[in-house]
């Protein structure tokens, strides 16, 4: 499973934060998901509840995943929107082709430790 490998890179990340503000545990993860990003949040979820308990720095930590939008460009008029999910069209000119931008990105966007 691809996300059990982006949890174990983020426990890393965090065994690494832990260290350098010499910490003990972490409390709570916030996390943001790109909608582009090709993560299945369930999974992620999932990967960071077993791998977690593996250590006791991370054990009980609470994992909070927000979806930000990614926004679209439109080809043609160059109007721009944001959307969770894939628009199918402009809603100015009906062009289909509409270029994304951000979104595809794992942000760790807050950490609380003691
Ligand atoms: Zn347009």
């Known amino acids: 499973m691809h996300e059990m490998s982006l949890v174990q890179a983020l426990l890393t990340q965090l065994a ?11 409390i709570t993860v916030t996390l943001d998901i790109g909608p582009l ?3 299945v949040v369930d999974s992620f979820q999932f990967g960071f509840d077993i791998l977690s308990a593996e250590s006791n720095l991370t054990k009980g930590a609470k994992l909070i995943i927000t979806n930000p939008p990614a926004t679209y460009q ?9 959307s969770l999910i894939r628009p199918d069209h402009c809603p100015e000119c009906d062009e289909t082709l ?17």
Do not use: F, W, Y
């Not at 832990?18 to 910490?23: F, T």
């Not at 509409?98 to 003691?114: F, H, Q, S």
């Open 37 to 39: 990003s090709g993560v």
């Open 74 to 82: 439109c080809i043609r008029c160059g109007h721009r929107q944001t």
């Open 16 to 26: 690494t934060l832990a260290a350098e503000h010499d910490k003990k545990r972490v």
């Open 98 to 114: 509409l270029i994304p931008e951000g979104g595809d990105g794992i942000i760790l966007n807050k950490v609380e430790m003691e």
